[in-house]
C-alpha cells in the first residue's frame, strides 16, 4: 500500500519561505507514470492544486503562485518537497502531498495533511 | 484558473440518492474525460471515489456513480447511508496543463 507523509515546520514568518517534505513508503517515486503533487486547503478557498513533478523532471504549476512555487524530487531518499517563498497569511494552509497519475489524471494516493500558519 | 462550481451543501434521507453538479468550462471540465471526485470527513484527507469521469477504485461502493454532460459533471450517491456524510469536491485536467477543484459541497444524511 501506497504511504504519502508530509513533514516540516507548523509555522512559518511572513516574507520567508516554507518548506515541506513528502517521504513517500510503499512505492518508488522514480516509477514513470506518476506526478507527485502538493495540494493546499482552506477553509475560504477549499481545494487548491500547487504543481506536480514528474520523474523526468517536467514540472507544472498553478499559475496563481508559479513564481513563488518549487517542487523537487529526491530519489535517494524516496521523497519529494516543496518550498514556497514570499509566504504571506493566505498561505496559511492544511498542506497536502499526494501522487498522480498521468492515464486518468486522477489523485489516488494523499498525505494526512499537514498544517503551516504564516504568522509573525 | 477559476474553481469549479459545485452547490454548497446537498441533504437526503437515509436510502434516497442524491446528485451534485460540477460545472466548468470547455477548458476543463468539457474539454477531458478527466474528472475526479474526492470525499472528505472531519480532519480526514480527501479520498478518491471516482475518476476519469465514471470509474471506481478497487474499494468504493457501487453505490457512488459519476457522469458528465458538456460542460457539467455529476456524482449521484444511491442508497444514501449515514457515512456518506462528508465533503465531496470534484477536480478537472485543464488545457493548461494544471487542475483545478470544485468549490466543494456538503452532504448531509437527515
Known amino acids: 500500500q501506497v504511504q504519502l507523509q508530509e513533514s516540516g515546520p507548523g509555522l512559518v514568518k511572513p516574507s520567508q519561505t516554507l518548506s515541506l517534505t513528502c517521504t513517500v513508503s510503499g512505492a518508488s517515486i522514480s516509477s514513470g507514470g506518476y506526478y507527485w503533487t502538493w495540494i493546499r486547503q482552506t477553509a475560504e478557498k477549499g481545494l487548491e492544486w500547487i504543481g506536480r513533478?514528474?520523474?523526468?523532471?517536467?514540472?507544472n504549476y498553478n499559475p496563481s503562485l508559479k513564481s513563488r512555487v518549487t517542487i523537487s524530487l529526491d530519489t535517494s531518499k524516496n521523497h519529494f518537497s516543496l518550498k514556497l517563498s514570499s509566504v504571506s497569511a493566505a498561505d496559511t494552509a492544511v498542506y497536502y502531498c499526494?501522487?498522480?497519475?498521468?492515464?486518468?489524471?486522477?489523485?489516488?494516493?494523499w498525505g494526512h495533511g499537514t498544517l503551516v500558519a504564516v504568522s509573525s | 484558473q477559476s474553481a469549479l462550481t459545485q452547490p454548497a451543501s446537498v441533504s437526503g434521507s437515509p436510502g434516497q440518492s442524491i446528485t451534485i453538479s460540477c460545472t466548468g468550462t470547455?477548458?476543463?471540465?468539457?474539454?477531458?474525460?478527466?474528472v475526479s471526485w474526492y470525499q472528505q470527513h472531519p480532519g480526514k484527507a480527501p479520498k478518491l471515489m471516482i475518476y476519469?469521469?465514471?470509474n471506481r477504485p478497487s474499494g468504493v461502493s457501487d453505490r457512488f456513480s459519476g457522469s458528465k454532460s458538456g460542460n457539467t459533471a455529476s456524482l449521484t450517491i444511491s442508497g444514501l447511508q449515514a457515512e456518506d456524510e462528508a465533503d465531496y469536491y470534484c477536480s478537472s485536467y485543464t488545457s493548461s496543463s494544471t487542475y483545478v477543484f470544485g468549490t466543494g459541497t456538503k452532504v448531509t444524511v437527515l
Open positions: 476519469a469521469v465514471t
Open positions: 499526494a501522487r498522480g497519475d498521468n492515464w486518468y489524471d486522477r489523485f489516488d494516493f
Open positions: 513533478l514528474h520523474t523526468s523532471g517536467s514540472t
Open positions: 470547455s477548458s476543463d471540465v468539457g474539454g477531458y474525460n478527466y
